[in-house]
DNA sequence: ACCATTTTATACCGTTCGGTATAGAATTGC
DNA sequence: GCAATTCTATACCGAACGGTATAAAATGGT
């Protein structure tokens, strides 16, 4: 057992930057030559450490999910804060990396599920996708039912509606970022999503 | 002048398939081979008769815009409806459409917009998409307005915010649609979406 | 120093892409 | 019937795709 030479680039680094090409152009629409380009590497440099193309994006979309999407839900569970306020933190911050705060354009899973569909994507791919897109939704259903056990949200509504609801929402500020909004435009919106929840007395 | 071989398949039918195959795959997503596949004639007629790729995506987009898109406006000007009743048959309208009551999964736009954003779309191509996103907030922006001179909608509502919530909402749907959400489902949220505009009294 | 091992860089593989040349089949005008 | 014209079908083009063979450059163990 011996080592050999030592690689020269950072893994994380380079996956990071694979993230962001998938984010922008999803699975099939990332060439190889768009990925090791943005990844600083040469094909068998990523093929040696990744393994190949599906790999890669398996790995960029858990990258994904740990360092970004997971990112916005700590503004659900701030304390002492009212349930309305942690709620639109939460939206708030996700339109924000929409908007390309800290990101291309849009949303990771957005951009694959829409591409799923089309079903060119390699099998082991579209499952990882199809397993990932249904966390925004378990996380905000479990966010209204613990909301609802300590009396912060009105037992007439539905969380699991609600959460199906705010991520519907969001798929569509999404889309709308991928179609040039700008923030401030998107926010605009936001109160009037957040009605459903607060109807504002007359 | 002299007439030749007559063409032995109808263009309109087959810009129909080609507009249902960029539908389900987007601009790029979509090969000659699946086109002319699902079209049922083979290149050098497609070349013939739509000039290349790029002009077939324009005339097929164009067809979705006047035999697709325009079909779910209808509901908002019923006479004798009340504006919220109008509202939600518009809306179910489309969400049944983007389930795939006639046509592929999803919205024909929302998959183009999305693949747009990579910017791996000829020039023409994507000015068409470019062009045609802001239809459906014209639409519901003049509706809104409309609603408001003829006093069925409060002047306390923004109609171009309102506009934006429902398109961004509609946007999302169509990305819960492609990620094989069932009608039933997102009908639940119809009447949470349609609250913004009436809120519930207490 | 030297060999085993690992990474890098270049060049290449078969396949598929959008697009076209070419030849045959079908239709009209005369 | 015959020439001119138009469509269809097969075969092909250069380019780009995902992936790899191969050899040089760089490291660690002894």
Redesign the interface.
Known sequence: MAGGRQRSFDKQQALEQAMRVFW???Y??ASLMDLTTSMGINKPSMYAAFGNKEQLFILATQNYLQNYAADHAVFLHQPDTPLITRLKNYLMSAVASQCGKDG???CYL??C??????E?MPAAAQQTIHQA?GLAEQTLTQFFQQAQAEQQLSETHDPV??A??F??????????A???KCLT??E??ID??L??IE????
């Open positions: 922008q152009k999803g099939v629409g291309p354009k849009g957005s951009v599920v829409t591409e799923a569909a089309a060119d897109k509606v609600l199906q609801y991520v519907t929402w969001l798929h569509g500020t999404a889309a709308m991928r179609a040039d435009e998107l605009a919106t009037l999503a009605k459903v109807p504002k007395p007359h």
